[in-house]
């Protein structure tokens, strides 16, 4: 039978392979793979096994065993734990694999087997496997680029409408930067891909977006209002006004606040379609100076200075203890609280008195028994104080509520009422067993 052309040069060929992969001379790249490549470009993994299959696998292993040491060196740069968002403390290798590991198999499916090699003598396949560094960094620089171009679309579009108009919505644009963020996020393997590559890529849209928080989150803010208040318990008006570029903000959250005489306010307001946030409020300030912050967007604060002049104050309450706390609450901050009537008072003063009228109420929410079998007892105390001026109309007004336990009813009510005493100010009194008894007799409990 005459053998065509074809059959001829398909033996050669198998021939050809046979003897280039079955010949007894060591190839070079075996022991030095590097020879051939230039490391500043190229990865290069030799491995063995005893099937081709199995020394592709072994080199391509070896290239990630490189990659590792890379990811290890990057790591211990940044610092050696981390913490998860839930407080979970991890260790180098469980962080490393967590960012650089799909990062790393992405980097290996770029490996090309360029040679083989069987030694017949010690029955064992050697491969060559090598990643170009310029064509996987190519390849990622062009995701990213294209992300990129995504997120600044929306960023120029939120801009556009800034300038058309003539003013920055903070929600708005809040969201859009949300939506390129989203869309940068998810180039976070390509740009750890080039980390692991040596490469280095700035992304133009996360510098805009920089910028543009950097405008809306610490924006320019003017603040007006009452500097001067004739007694410590007034209404008080402030008004912010916020912009970026001499564009007003619209929707930006501004949180005030205020140490008064029985705690601390915040009180959070949002700008509106003029760019300005207003307060009128009943607030109860010490006497002198007094400094309310005003925050704005993420962060940004600003002192408003009021001075508040004096005043005198009279308690009326039925209990002892209380009268005795409310006292000890306005001494702390600066207040005298005497009799209504002080004759050494001045005209100014007398002119501005105002009586506190402390009211105490309390309740057994509970009773019964606890899971050992013991008697246990929850109660509740509130406390009230109206503050009147010297017309009898109530200026002002503060609630505390406090919540207690015990194994009899008297210490629950003691507890709870302490509780509630605490929540006025710092600093401790003391409860006679006579007036708990007067206080518990009185509400019926």
Not at 20 to 34: D, L, N, Q, V
Not at 47 to 75: F, H, Y
Not at 194 to 199: K, S, V
Not at 406 to 420: I, P, Y
Request: proline letters at 2%; aromatic letters at 8%.
């Amino acid at each position: 039978m005459k053998k065509t052309p074809e059959k001829i040069y398909g033996k050669l060929f198998v021939l050809f392979f046979l003897i280039s992969y079955c010949s007894k001379k060591i190839p070079e790249w075996i022991e030095s793979p590097y020879k051939r490549f230039d490391e500043r470009r190229f990865i290069v993994g030799v491995g063995t096994g005893e099937s081709p299959k199995i020394s592709d696998s072994s080199a391509r292993n070896e290239i990630l065993k490189q990659i590792k040491v890379k990811i290890k060196e990057m790591v211990e740069e940044e610092t050696h734990l981390r913490s998860e968002d839930k407080g979970r403390t991890v260790s180098i290798q469980e962080f490393a694999h967590r960012k650089f590991g799909e990062s790393a198999e992405g980097i290996l499916k770029g490996a090309i087997i360029k040679e083989r090699f069987y030694d017949s003598k010690n029955k064992v396949w050697y491969s060559l496997a090598v990643i170009d560094k310029d064509k996987i960094a190519f390849a990622a620089s062009e995701k990213l680029n294209e992300s990129d171009m995504e997120a600044l679309g929306i960023l120029k579009k939120i801009e556009r409408e800034i300038e058309e108009e003539g003013k920055i919505d903070y929600q708005k644009v809040l969201m859009a930067i949300s939506s390129a963020e989203k869309i940068i996020e998810n180039t976070t393997e390509n740009k750890i891909i080039l980390e692991l590559l040596g490469r280095k890529h700035t992304l133009i849209s996360e510098e805009k977006i920089k910028d543009i928080k950097d405008k809306i989150e610490s924006p320019d803010v003017k603040v007006e209002g009452t500097e001067n208040l004739p007694n410590p318990i007034s209404e008080i008006h402030i008004s912010a006004k916020a912009y970026s570029d001499e564009k007003p903000i619209t929707g930006l959250p501004i949180t005030v606040k205020i140490n008064e005489v029985f705690g601390r306010k915040e009180i959070t307001l949002s700008t509106d379609g003029r760019g300005y946030a207003s307060l009128y409020q009943i607030v109860f300030l010490k006497p002198g100076e007094n400094q309310i912050e005003i925050i704005s967007g993420k962060g940004k604060t600003q002192v408003f200075n009021v001075k508040v002049e004096r005043c005198s104050f009279g308690i009326q309450a039925d209990f002892n203890f209380l009268k005795e706390k409310t006292s000890q609450c306005l001494t702390n901050a600066g207040i005298r609280a005497e009799e209504i009537r002080d004759e050494k008072a001045s005209d100014k003063e007398k002119s501005s008195e105002i009586k506190i009228i402390g009211d105490i109420k309390s309740r057994v929410n509970y009773s019964g028994k606890n899971f050992a079998g013991e008697d246990i007892f929850i109660s509740e105390t509130s406390i009230k104080l109206d503050f009147r001026n010297t017309k009898g109309e109530k200026v002002y007004e503060k609630n505390f509520l406090g919540r207690g336990i015990g194994k009899r009813k008297e210490e629950s009510v003691l507890s709870s009422l302490e509780n509630a005493l605490g929540q006025m100010c710092e600093g401790k009194i003391s409860i006679t067993g006579k007036e708990l008894d007067l206080l518990i007799k009185k509400l019926n409990l």
